[in-house]
């Protein structure tokens, strides 16, 4: 009697698949090993740049953690086209420094940041030429093709405003202190939320909650920023809260960054394909508005004091 219970048949037919598997695992391997490696990533070291007059980005390196503070608190750390890419070179040169696994944004003074330096900003959005850099940046608000693969947390305070709050949204991890002041008032002043909240406020809270407080310019504070599901923690001073946003940096700094960083990916892959379109756009629309008659009165009615009087035009 035949020892093995398969027919003849049924082993040839098993052989054939079995030299075909190896075969095609032989031919796969071949493959990639015969394929040109790409390009290697560059390799940064992030400075330190203490805090000092005149410096708009502050830098201070806690191990594999970095501090990020900006520093315009004479104009309420309102971010001017010069601090906005000295913040992105900061970011980039972060992106690719290998010893550095966590950046924690923040602002010095008594704000975080009440949003854009719109007389700094509004030649180069009308014109849409905005300033660039010889040095390689990354977009603060992410909005741009090139992403960050490592983690951002943002500690606010303060008034957090417009592109302040925009860039809050854009962090993977968010703490508030008890005395944040959260607006994204632009409507009321003839322009648009131009930075990602019009995508990502209504991703984080819902529509009926982001619409309500985007399309009225009303500003609301931590506790409801935490009702929202924005912000995940809170703590009682800005101190505090910037505490315990390196005491998270800290944790994450801690896990495996190769992990950290396929986490990011995988949670991009499911929101970037949804989002990408409606940012592409944002900087159009933004520029748009700044070519109205309505902008123009919004900064007049601003200027002196009185309510602005819009035609829609």
């Given at each position: 009697?035949?020892?093995?219970?398969l027919?003849?048949?049924?082993?040839?037919?098993?052989?054939?698949?079995?030299?075909?598997?190896?075969?095609?695992?032989?031919?796969?391997?071949a493959?990639?090993?015969?394929?040109?490696?790409?390009?290697?990533?560059?390799?940064t070291?992030?400075?330190?740049?203490?805090?000092?007059?005149?410096?708009?980005?502050?830098?201070?390196?806690?191990?594999?953690v970095?501090?990020?503070?900006?520093?315009?608190?004479?104009?309420?750390?309102r971010i001017?086209?010069?601090?906005?890419?000295?913040?992105?070179?900061?970011?980039?040169?972060?992106?690719?420094?290998?010893?550095?696994r966590?950046?924690?944004?923040f602002?010095?003074?008594?704000?975080?940041?009440r949003?854009?330096?719109?007389?700094?900003?509004?030649?180069?959005?009308?014109?849409?030429?905005?300033?660039?850099?010889?040095?390689?940046?990354?977009?603060?608000?992410?909005?741009?093709?090139?992403?960050?693969?490592?983690?951002?947390?943002?500690?606010?305070?303060?008034?957090?405003?417009?592109?302040?709050?925009?860039?809050?949204?854009?962090?993977?991890?968010?703490?508030?202190a008890?005395?944040?002041?959260f607006?994204q008032?632009?409507?009321?002043?003839g322009?648009?939320?131009?930075?990602?909240?019009?995508?990502?406020?209504?991703?984080?809270?819902?529509?009926g909650?982001?619409?309500?407080?985007?399309?009225?310019?009303?500003?609301?504070?931590?506790?409801?920023?935490?009702?929202?599901?924005?912000?995940?923690?809170i703590?009682?001073?800005?101190?505090?809260?910037?505490?315990?946003?390196?005491?998270?940096?800290?944790?994450?700094?801690?896990?495996?960054p190769?992990s950290?960083k396929t986490?990011?990916a995988?949670?991009?892959?499911?929101?970037?394909?949804?989002?990408?379109?409606?940012?592409?756009?944002?900087?159009?629309?933004?520029?748009?508005?700044?070519?109205?008659?309505?902008?123009?009165?919004g900064r007049?009615?601003?200027?002196?004091?009185r309510?602005?009087?819009?035609?829609?035009?």
């Open positions: 009697m035949e020892n093995d219970p027919n003849p048949g049924r082993r040839a037919l098993l052989k054939t698949a079995a030299a075909a598997a190896v075969a095609a695992t032989a031919t796969t391997r493959a990639a090993q015969a394929q040109t490696p790409g390009p290697a990533e560059p390799v070291t992030l400075a330190d740049v203490p805090l000092a007059n005149g410096t708009t980005v502050s830098v201070e390196r806690r191990g594999q970095v501090l990020v503070g900006i520093n315009r608190p004479s104009i309420q750390n001017d086209p010069a601090t906005r890419l000295r913040l992105g070179e900061v970011l980039y040169q972060y992106e690719h420094d290998p010893s550095l966590a950046l924690v944004l602002g010095h003074g008594p704000n975080f940041s949003g854009i330096d719109v007389d700094a900003s509004q030649s180069g959005i009308i014109s849409g030429r905005r300033e660039t850099s010889p040095a390689p940046t990354l977009d603060l608000t992410s909005n741009g093709q090139k992403r960050r693969t490592k983690p951002m947390l943002v500690v606010v305070h303060g008034d957090t405003w417009n592109l302040g709050h925009e860039i809050y949204l854009a962090g993977d991890i968010r703490v508030a008890a005395d944040t002041r607006g008032d632009e409507n009321t002043h322009r648009f939320p131009g930075g990602g909240a019009t995508v990502r406020f209504v991703r984080e809270a819902g529509w909650n982001a619409m309500r407080y985007m399309l009225t310019g009303d500003h609301w504070n931590a506790e409801e920023s935490y009702r929202m599901g924005i912000t995940q923690q703590a009682p001073t800005a101190a505090a809260a910037l505490d315990a946003g390196v005491a998270m940096a800290n944790k994450v700094a801690a896990c495996g190769l950290i986490t990011l995988s949670a991009h892959s499911y929101v970037d394909p949804v989002e990408a379109d409606a940012l592409s756009k944002l900087g159009a629309q933004y520029s748009a508005l700044y070519r109205t008659e309505d902008f123009v009165e007049k009615a601003e200027a002196e004091g309510p602005p009087k819009y035609q829609g035009k």
